[in-house]
């Protein structure tokens, strides 16, 4: 499974950008498909997810602001993120696991991993 993320890139603060993540091979049924980010000497930090059925969830920082969504005829998931802020800028990730949504997003569950995309705010 590979995971190819785009989107990326150097905003001012309230600004938007749209993250897009491509599986492939992209046949499956159940999973939960993740985004995440990490700052430099941070931890990596699970944002959003979204499953087969397109159940979401987000962490609260993110809530209102950017919302995951997914075409699945198209293997993809997406984070559009809108009013974006200094405290945003870090490497993005989407990930996936072949199972259900841990709500508490732990990272260790997901195997499958994209190479990552940054996002700078200023």
Same mark, same amino acid.
């Given at each position: 499974?590979?995971?190819?993320?785009?989107?990326?890139?150097?905003?001012?603060?309230? =600004?938007?950008?749209?993250?897009?993540?491509?599986?492939?091979?992209?046949?499956?049924?159940? $999973?939960?498909?993740?985004?995440?980010?990490?700052?430099? =000497?941070?931890?990596?930090?699970?944002?959003?997810?979204?499953?087969?059925?397109?159940?979401?969830? $987000?962490?609260?920082?993110?809530? =209102?602001?950017?919302?995951?969504?997914?075409?699945?005829?198209?293997?993809?998931?997406?984070?559009?993120?809108?009013?974006?802020?200094?405290?945003?800028?870090?490497?993005?990730?989407?990930?996936?696991?072949?199972?259900?949504?841990?709500?508490?997003?732990?990272?260790?569950?997901?195997? $499958?991993?994209?190479?990552?995309?940054?996002?700078?705010?200023?």
């Amino acid at each position: 499974v590979q995971l190819v993320e785009s989107g990326g890139g150097s905003v001012q603060a309230g =600004g938007s950008l749209r993250l897009t993540c491509t599986v492939s091979p992209g046949s499956f049924s159940r $999973y939960c498909m993740g985004w995440f980010r990490q700052s430099p =000497g941070m931890e990596r930090e699970g944002i959003a997810s979204i499953t087969y059925e397109g159940v979401t969830l $987000y962490i609260d920082s993110v809530k =209102g602001r950017f919302t995951i969504s997914q075409d699945i005829a198209k293997n993809t998931v997406y984070l559009q993120m809108d009013n974006l802020k200094p405290e945003d800028t870090a490497m993005y990730y989407c990930a996936r696991r072949n199972a259900f949504c841990n709500p508490a997003l732990p990272s260790a569950e997901f195997a $499958y991993w994209g190479q990552g995309t940054q996002v700078t705010v200023s």
